[in-house]
């Protein structure tokens, strides 16, 4: 004989379909989660949409001045971190070159954490599409931007605002579909 | 030739889990006997085929055949024999074929002991259990074949990961696998149960030792996990609350809660729905563990493959067997016929209070390891849960249980005498005190934590003793009774009494290694000194040594303690052939007071190398806990009452299920 | 009974003594400073501890599974040097935890913050312990009413068949228990 219930019938039922509820909640999470395009151990940039940190870095080209966001001041940039210890860096360099003759960007590169002398090789060897390099021996001002690693790449706007935050070796695909159009519409 | 042959011994085995998943089913729901006795045979050479594929894949790496893609990348001619056969199961493809071969092993342990169980209850569970294994042979063969072939083969392999070539791959993943699969069994037995509409004692008297089983070997897993991160990471730590450690752990949660419900359903027929509830949910974080480790989904240092197509065929499977057998539960768990009465304050009242204390830390678990992924799923940013938040959510639920823990046994079953258990418990309570303050005293921190868990361990193991002691009557009547009383007390008793107190050991463990861990890491020059905590280590020398595959720099610490010579460490760092990452091999010496431990690591100057050296107190306190919690549930296992193959005094049992 | 409580007094006693033994377990030195690896420690002892547990609270963002305090990684160890520093310059805790989420984000965080995008995940615990007590008084109190329905504990109505195999059940010779103290 069923014993009297206490708690009343749809209250009972919902609570006997909460299992397979939270399955389908957790199916569609997972669903998700799966997303071929999805690199679970990629952060957000917490940089983006905030001004770039103010910096004053020694130049890789002894004759040059200092780097400082003063030198790119009311232009659409890109900033690109780079050692010559990283090999993705090594097989992105080529694009750089994309961005600075075919789009006409100013593309300033940040040695991480290298040595000079290192550095000035790995330009040698690979092409220089800098308008300037600064060297950044200690990381700190790598640190500022919030780098996770190298090779990072930063689009700024006219106000010197971070708008883009890219912590992957470049690919032609993410040119034309994310940065071409961003730039496009900054330079306006 | 092997390789093929244990290919298509998987592929027949496929076939047969489809046999043994429809026929014995059908056979239950129309009552045809030979295709329900088709589940025993099937079964067996189901165990038959999927053994024949996992032993043509150890032959393979036994034989060093790189031809197979699995030998060639998990494998080396000069890897030691042990780890050439534990590196079968040290990758993905070959750990799927360990899992579906214990699935195996469970399946066909039923058909064959199984002699008492009703037809259609064993049928209808095989036939689950054949449900499972095709769905897990399918996987391998389609998405993750452990006989995939390479051409040309290579002549040399590319070994096995240092951190993976030790005694811990021997023996952490088969226990583990033996727990998790173990619960697939009780699965199966609550979804046959939910089909046919009736859960009780009996059941549970049917279901408890694959229970037991499943909860003794996780328990041996997780503690064997835990010990062998702690020797081997360098760091001292054993638990990190990593997604893949939560993986297993939430299992656990979930088992020990049903064991525990299975009891009160044995003992009182009531807490049905939980029990089935709580089977299907513990292999559902089991199948949960398997997803999160295979998928992608989540970084983990733990994690094997990364690739979202197999991510998605185990949500597929996932899906359908968490979805049908939760469908199958909102229908069906309704018209279970409710069971035994008891008054809220009762041992089945403890029970309740003790399973709803353990889900929601499962479902605490659960939220912190699955919230970052859900956060970042949906757009919300990216968000670390670490062991800050455990210790601010999961603790605090654990100490109402251990207090719990103590009260419960000593309450009667439907109607329980709280007064009295107190009383006879306050003794412990006091001393639980008295050692807290003692410990609050002796420490220079001042924090309360320690002394908090200490006082939990202290009760707990007093509060067991107690019920011991009271079953026993023990000072109440002579000796020779009390021995015969110890004698004739049920192995299940004994079973909850050393569980109960290898937990409240592992607790006092835990709070000694968490709490008062001291370290000393230096750059030290050959014939430095360093003191820790009494104890003077004297770096004597560097030696370069070789292994089987690795050479090695290999230090050597004289320790004493005040003075006295106490034991020489030797801590190594390898250089494996082929892997070019140097490993550390920490040099631990163990006491009852706990662990020195020393490591050895890069070179800091031309005659000194970064030293590191550990005090861990307590720590060999939570393997030895640990150790009595499996001893105690094998002690279970082995109770009279529980053994499957004992002839049933009860003949009536073959013609009632239905 | 007063003899039997006395004795049972000091067996109690001497299991307590004996499981106070972890008290001896129990540090009685300061470490060493501490160096991770080519690190320079902090001069202040103080200033250094506080320095090494608040780097264990943070994440290293390449070697995800760590903390700064352990992981090798040449950022981690550039993460360690500036916490030295800011705790030098005499930055209060939170404040080198909302410099480093300035540029990092939260997942930098062992302890997930308490925000909004957080709420489900801190309140969640104690929800379901809530739920969950709400349920277990819920199975309780109908367990009440039944027992006063059907007046008393008494069992539920079994049928002729199941009222033999629960009798059979019963009377299995077990040894021992069955029933509790």
Request: aromatic share 10%; glycine share 8%; hydrophobic share 50%.
């Amino acid at each position: 004989m069923p014993e009297e219930e206490a708690v009343s019938t749809p209250i009972r039922r919902l609570l006997y379909s909460l299992p397979i509820l939270l399955l389908a909640a957790f199916g569609w999470l997972a669903w998700r989660g799966l997303a071929p395009d999805r690199d679970p151990s990629a952060l957000p940039s917490a940089m983006v949409g905030k001004p770039v940190p103010d910096f004053t870095l020694p130049p890789l080209d002894a004759s040059n001045e200092a780097l400082s966001p003063k030198d790119f001041a009311g232009k659409v940039t890109v900033i690109n971190f780079f050692a010559s210890w990283c090999l993705p860096c090594k097989a992105e360099h080529p694009l750089l070159f994309q961005l600075q003759k075919d789009m006409n960007l100013p593309v300033y590169g940040i040695a991480f954490m290298d040595q000079p002398s290192d550095a000035t090789g790995y330009i040698k060897e690979n092409g220089d599409p800098y308008a300037k390099i600064g060297v950044d021996q200690n990381g700190r001002v790598a640190f500022n931007f919030g780098v996770q690693g190298v090779p990072e790449t930063f689009i700024l706007d006219r106000q010197g605002i971070i708008r883009y935050r890219l912590a992957e070796p470049l690919d032609p695909d993410r040119i034309t579909s994310e940065i071409a159009p961003l730039v496009k519409s900054l330079q306006q | 030739m092997i390789a093929e042959i244990g290919h298509y011994a998987l592929v027949l085995a496929l076939a047969l889990a489809l046999a043994q998943s429809v026929l014995p089913m059908v056979g239950a729901a129309r009552g045809i006997r030979p295709w329900m006795a088709f589940a025993r045979p099937a079964a067996v050479a189901q165990l038959g085929f999927v053994g024949l594929a996992f032993l043509a894949l150890v032959t393979c790496f036994l034989r060093s055949d790189f031809s197979v893609a699995t030998v060639y990348h998990y494998s080396h001619t000069q890897q030691p024999t042990i780890y050439k056969i534990a590196a079968a199961w040290g990758n993905h493809e070959g750990s799927l074929l360990l899992w579906v071969l214990i699935l195996a092993i469970f399946g066909a342990l039923v058909a064959l002991l199984g002699e008492n169980l009703p037809p259609r209850l064993k049928a209808r569970a095989l036939s689950v259990q054949g449900m499972i294994g095709f769905a897990f042979i399918a996987f391998m063969l389609f998405t993750s074949n452990p006989f995939a072939r390479l051409s040309p083969a290579p002549f040399e392999g590319e070994e096995l990961n240092p951190l993976l070539q030790d005694p811990g791959l021997a023996m952490h993943p088969p226990m583990l696998y033996l727990g998790y699969v173990g619960f697939s069994m009780t699965f199966s037995f609550a979804v046959a149960a939910l089909i046919e509409g009736r859960v009780d004692a009996a059941w549970a008297r049917w279901v408890r030792p694959w229970t037991l089983l499943a909860w003794t070997t996780l328990t041996a897993g997780i503690v064997l996990g835990a010990h062998w991160a702690y020797y081997e990471l360098g760091w001292g730590g054993w638990w990190f609350w990593d997604p893949v450690e939560n993986a297993s752990f939430m299992p656990w949660l979930a088992g020990t809660a049903l064991l525990h419900c299975e009891t009160v359903v044995e003992k009182r027929d009531a807490l049905k729905v939980w029990t089935i509830l709580l089977s299907i949910v513990a292999f559902g974080f089991s199948l949960l563990g398997t997803f999160l480790v295979r998928s992608g989904v989540i970084t983990s240092v733990h994690a094997f493959a990364q690739d979202p197509a197999r991510g998605l065929f185990i949500l597929f499977i996932l899906g359908i067997a968490l979805g049908g057998s939760f469908a199958l539960f909102a229908w069906r768990a309704p018209t279970l016929q409710p069971g035994g009465l008891f008054a809220p304050i009762s041992r089945e009242g403890a029970l309740v209070l003790n399973n709803l204390l353990l889900g929601v830390a499962a479902g605490t678990v659960l939220l912190g390891t699955l919230y970052p992924l859900a956060l970042s799923v949906i757009g919300g940013g990216a968000v670390s849960v670490g062991a800050p938040y455990y210790a601010a959510t999961f603790v605090p639920l654990m100490v109402p249980m251990v207090l719990l823990m103590a009260i419960g046994p000593l309450l009667g079953w439907k109607r329980g005498d709280l007064p009295g258990a107190l009383q006879r418990l306050a003794a412990a309570g006091v001393l639980a005190c008295f050692a807290a303050g003692y410990t609050f005293h002796l420490e220079t921190g001042g924090s309360w934590l320690a002394p908090l868990g200490i006082a939990l361990g202290v009760w707990l193991a007093l509060g067991t003793l107690v019920e011991w002691v009271e079953r026993v009557k023990l000072f109440r009547v002579r000796p020779r009774e009390n021995w015969n009383r110890a004698r004739h007390l049920p192995r299940a008793a004994y079973g909850m009494t050393l569980a109960h107190l290898g937990l409240a050991i592992a607790i006092i463990g835990m709070t000694g290694s968490s709490s008062w861990k001291t370290e000393s890491v230096k750059a030290m020059q050959i014939g430095e000194s360093v003191t820790l905590d009494g104890y003077t280590y004297r770096f004597d020398g560097v030696m370069p040594t070789r292994g089987p595959n690795y050479l090695a720099e290999r230090a050597t610490f004289t320790v004493t303690k005040d003075g006295r010579p106490y034991t020489v460490l030797y801590p190594e760092r390898r250089q494996y052939e082929v892997q070019a990452a140097p490993t550390t091999e920490s040099a631990i010496q163990s006491s009852l007071a706990g662990d020195i431990y020393a490591v050895i690591g890069d070179h800091a100057g031309p005659q000194s190398w970064t030293v590191r050296i550990y005090h861990q107190p307590l720590v060999p306190w939570i393997w030895a806990g640990g150790f009595l919690m499996a001893l105690g549930g094998v002690t279970s296992l082995s109770d009279r009452r529980y053994r499957i193959g004992v002839p049933n005094r009860l003949p009536v049992v073959q013609a009632t299920g239905a | 009974m007063r003899r039997g409580f006395r004795v049972r007094t000091l067996g109690a006693l001497m299991l307590a003594a004996a499981l106070a033994l972890p008290a001896i377990a129990i540090p009685s030195a300061q470490a060493d400073p501490t160096i991770h690896t080519a690190d320079q420690p902090l001069a202040d002892p103080a200033q250094e501890a506080r320095a090494r547990a608040l780097m264990r609270e943070i994440r290293c963002v390449v070697c995800q599974s760590q903390s700064i305090d352990e992981s090798d990684a040449d950022i981690a160890a550039n993460f360690r040097n500036i916490v030295r520093e800011q705790i030098a310059a005499g930055r209060s805790d939170q404040e080198i935890l909302d410099y480093l989420t300035a540029r990092y984000g939260d997942f930098v965080l062992f302890d997930p913050p308490f925000r909004a995008t957080t709420l489900i995940l801190w309140v969640g615990p104690f929800a379901l312990l809530a739920l969950g007590l709400v349920v277990a008084m819920a199975i309780l109190r109908r367990q009440r009413n039944a027992k006063t329905a059907a007046g008393g504990l008494a069992p539920p109505d079994l049928s002729e068949r199941e009222r033999r195999r629960l009798q059979e059940l019963l009377t299995e010779p077990d040894s021992g228990a069955g029933k509790s103290a």
